[in-house]
């Protein structure tokens, strides 16, 4: 079956780095991807990984390790504006391609 | 065209109601999503359509929910009968044809209250 799990809470301190842990399992793997939501609004995209390693983008970097089901965001200088919800998402080809989401990581910054 | 925009922002209906809400993807845009989202979950697949054709309906979706796309360009869901558990955030995403790795933009959603 398809199934990904994510924490549900996350507490850090703002300037501080937070690494979000995402497990999948799906027959069809076809990449992953990173949304950041803040309450009240549309997930806006992060990051994208379909081969295994890292993909550095600014302050946020994600990473792959398909043998494993395993992705990781990792988030550094943390802002205050970072507090939101970080969602994971599978896109699998054996469900035509369509994207498979975790419940999303809440992440609390402290000053 | 700024991206994908959602109609209207918020709804509030009696129990029994018929509701519809209307999403206009980003224009160059064959694949428009649709989703549901409750607080402190992550997204749940709707229906899909590539164009005007709707390729997937999810199991979860009851009869009494449609949606359509009649010239591929913007969409309508409409859910009849509405109940209280149908109350939620109603996201629409389009995204373009083809590339694997383009994310799905979204919309900034319907968020529907039944009463």
């Known amino acids: 079956g398809q199934n990904i799990d994510q924490p549900t809470e996350m507490t850090a301190t703002e300037g501080a780095i937070v690494q979000i842990n995402c497990t999948y399992q799906?027959?069809?793997?076809?990449?992953l991807f990173w949304y950041q939501q803040h309450a009240g609004e549309a997930p806006t995209f992060l990051s994208y990984?379909?081969l295994d390693g890292l993909e550095e983008k600014g302050r946020f970097s994600s990473f792959l390790s398909r043998s494993k089901g395993y992705s990781y965001l990792l988030l550094k200088e943390l802002q205050m504006k970072d507090s939101a919800s970080y969602l994971c998402a599978v896109r699998d080809w054996n469900s035509n391609y369509q994207l498979i989401w975790g419940a999303g990581t809440k992440l609390i910054i402290k000053p | 065209d700024t991206g994908v925009s959602q109609n209207p922002r918020h709804k509030i209906t009696k129990r029994g109601q018929n509701v519809t809400f209307r999403c206009d993807p980003i224009?160059?845009?064959?694949?428009l999503y649709w989703y549901r989202q409750t607080l402190g979950q992550g997204p749940e697949f709707l229906t899909y359509f590539q164009n005007e054709a709707q390729l997937e309906k999810s199991r979860l979706l009851s009869d009494r929910f449609s949606a359509e796309r009649p010239k591929g360009s913007f969409s309508t869901l409409e859910i009849q009968r509405t109940e209280q558990g149908d109350s939620a955030m109603y996201l629409c995403?389009?995204?373009?044809?083809?590339?694997?790795?383009?994310?799905?933009?979204f919309g900034q959603g319907t968020r529907l209250t039944v009463v």
């Open positions: 799906t027959s069809g793997f076809n990449g």
């Open positions: 990984n379909v």
């Open positions: 224009s160059e845009h064959n694949r």
């Open positions: 995403a389009s995204s373009p044809q083809g590339a694997q790795n383009t994310e799905a933009f």
